[in-house]
Each structure stands twice: as C-alpha cells, then as structure tokens.
C-alpha cells in the first residue's frame, strides 16, 4: 500500500509559478510510475503528466505541454510539478497519483493522494 501526501498549493496571480511536491510512503517508489491529475470546480478529474519509475519517460496533457515540468527524486521518495506561466483554467485541485501499470496512468493509477488546491487569480 502506497500513501501520497501533497503540498505546495497555494494563491498565484496569471503568469506565476508553483512547484507543486508529493511525497510516498509504504513501498520501492522507484518501482512506480508518478502522475498528476487536476479537477476544476464543476469538472470530471482530468490527467495532466505522468513520469516513469526512472524518471526517463514523461507525458503531458496538451493543455500544459510547454509550461509545466514533473519530475521525480527517487532517493527522496518525492515527484513534483512545476507549473510556469499558470493561468486563471489551471486552478484546480491536484492530485499525486501511483501505479504499477503504465498503460493505465494516465487514466486509472492505483494510489491517489488527497489532493492540493491551486488558485490561478487573473
């Protein structure tokens, strides 16, 4: 059993940035491949970038490609997701996601942490 805790949300105005930090606990982290999923007010969650267990492979949702990075720290248990030139649609709340299968991460991951707020103020 996996358990992803978030943190770094927070208030930015249009154009700034957050880096946005999940830590795991509970099993081999290097094992799992990461994700980020957001959900805006009144939407369905959606995925917004995943990265390999190596951290050698990543995928972005179109509508962040270019501005945000995720990465991971494997002997810090840690992935993170910084997020550049945010604007007003990118408030959500964000969630760390983990799982085995990469063929299901960016729909289906098998952890999920409680999720972090990020406001985007125009």
């Known amino acids: 059993q996996v358990q992803l805790q978030e943190s770094g949300g927070g208030l930015v105005q249009a154009g700034g940035s957050l880096r946005l930090s999940c830590a795991a606990s509970?099993?081999?982290?290097?094992?799992?491949?990461m994700a980020w999923f957001r959900q805006a007010p009144g939407k369905e969650r959606e995925f917004v970038a995943v990265i390999s267990g190596s951290g050698g492979t990543t995928v972005y949702a179109d509508s962040v490609k270019g501005r945000f990075t995720i990465s991971r720290d494997n002997a810090k248990n840690t992935v993170y997701l910084q997020m550049n030139s945010l604007k007003p649609e990118d408030t959500a709340v964000y969630y760390c996601?983990?799982?085995?299968?990469?063929?299901?991460?960016?729909?289906?991951?098998?952890?999920w942490g409680q999720g972090t707020q990020v406001t985007v103020s125009s």
């Open positions: 509970g099993g081999t982290f290097s094992r799992y491949a």
């Open positions: 996601a983990a799982g085995t299968q990469w063929v299901f991460m960016t729909t289906t991951p098998d952890y």
